[in-house]
């Protein structure tokens, strides 16, 4: 039987709106993200974030800790300052930076700013790394940068989470001078300090593929790579320990926070060989918490302010 023309295009518009209806998944924008695996955007579920979270991160502060620092370098221990600054932030997607407007693909972060300042002999020693964690998933970093200034010069190195890990590289050693190149994604010792402060309970264990700090690396000279390692999660009443070790690298690192929220990081130490040649020793690095503060930082540049530092025990 013939059917009439109207007829058809009914039959055809009924069986497009079936087609597209079995094939849409339906999402809340307020419960998803869009992540980049395996060279594909996919929809994610967000991971919910307790009101402890929102009130503590998303209060228009930053967390400040001091620490008196031990720090080994060239076989000798030397007294230094260290200090972490937590703040929750916009960051790009696009450009991987702080956002500096609001747009929708913004991905809420938690970062993480590590100083180090310490003397070796006449000169001194400055370290700064800057990781960037999505308080939403635990996948990996969006982002690390590390840089070491001393008198001999001063070295650079950048991470960018993309369809592999990207890395950038500067140095004044010619063995180093200037690298690009690729990474297979796998852990990264300078994300562990971001996941412990959201959630400690994602912290892995057992035998781990895992690429060290770029710190260390660096004041090593050891390839930015993936090793083989060891992780551990202890709970010792109100403290709980993570602690790695390195096999390969002769290197173990245990750092230790607040078993309860929100988690602060009270101490670490790292026990690696220190120095060139005969004169390497196996030496701790040590750091302990002078003191926290909450406090919206960026406001607080003028001379009136330098108080502040007197409060946290730094010079």
Known sequence: MKLPFNFKIFILLALTTLSFSSCR???????????????????????????????????????ISSYKLEQARYGEI?????VLIYVTEPFSADKQVKADQSNASNIPVLKLNTTKNFLTGIYPYSIMTSSFFPVHDNSHALKISNSVQEWCGHVYAQL?????FEVLSHSYFESEADQEFKLTKTLLEDELW?????????????????????????????????????ASLTNNGALTNYTISYPTLERTLSINFSAKFPYTIENWSEKAPS????????????????????TPYWQENHNSDLFLRDSLGLK
């Open 25 to 63: 998944k339906v999402t809340s924008k307020e419960n998803t993200q869009t992540s980049v695996k395996d060279n594909q955007k996919t929809q994610v579920p967000k991971k919910e974030l307790s009101v402890a979270f929102k009130e503590y991160w998303y209060a228009g502060k930053a967390e």
């Open 78 to 82: 030397r007294d230094g300052s260290a």
């Open 160 to 164: 960018n989470n993309k369809e592999k």
């Open 194 to 230: 971001n996941k412990i402060r959201i959630d400690p309970g994602n912290l892995p264990t057992g035998s781990i593929q895992i690429i060290p700090s770029m710190e260390y690396t660096r004041l090593h000279h050891k390839e930015f790579k993936a090793y083989e390692a060891t």
């Open 275 to 294: 120095g060139f040649g005969d004169g390497a020793k196996l030496l701790t690095t040590r750091a302990s918490k002078i003191k926290t503060i909450n």
